[in-house]
């Protein structure tokens, strides 16, 4: 039976990195919306001292799908601004240079808490 995507309000906290550091706050709500933007998502974020709590509202198909592309936004946003200011990118990357890996991103903690919409 096929049951069209449910509209999911999903939180995720960032909390400190190890250094005490958080993402600029300006150039993380600018990446977010991008990121959100790229899967049809929309997000809201408050930036208290000690974290960043996020609400990003997804049309999934069920929770875990909606979990999955909350943190697939936040995660893109962690790894577009940096701690520091932005550098403009240059403008051709060498061809022998390998994309950053994964793991390579901002490490923070995350938290993640889901409440489906009506």
């Known amino acids: 039976m096929y049951a069209p995507p449910s509209r999911y309000d999903v939180t995720v906290t960032v909390s400190r990195d190890q250094d005490g550091q958080l993402p600029d706050p300006v150039a993380f709500a600018v990446a977010a919306d991008e990121a959100a933007w790229r899967r049809s998502a929309s997000?809201?974020?408050?930036?208290?001292?000690?974290r960043i709590i996020s609400i990003v509202t997804v049309h999934a198909p069920n929770r875990y799908a909606a979990v999955t592309v909350a943190r697939a936004v936040v995660s893109d946003a962690l790894g577009i601004a940096p701690h520091q200011p932005a550098m403009p990118a240059p403008r051709r990357?060498?061809?022998?240079?390998?994309?950053?890996e994964s793991g390579a991103r901002s490490a923070l903690p995350l938290t993640v808490s889901g409440s489906r919409s009506r």
């Open 43 to 50: 997000i809201v974020s408050a930036h208290l001292d000690d």
């Open 93 to 100: 990357r060498p061809r022998h240079r390998r994309p950053p």
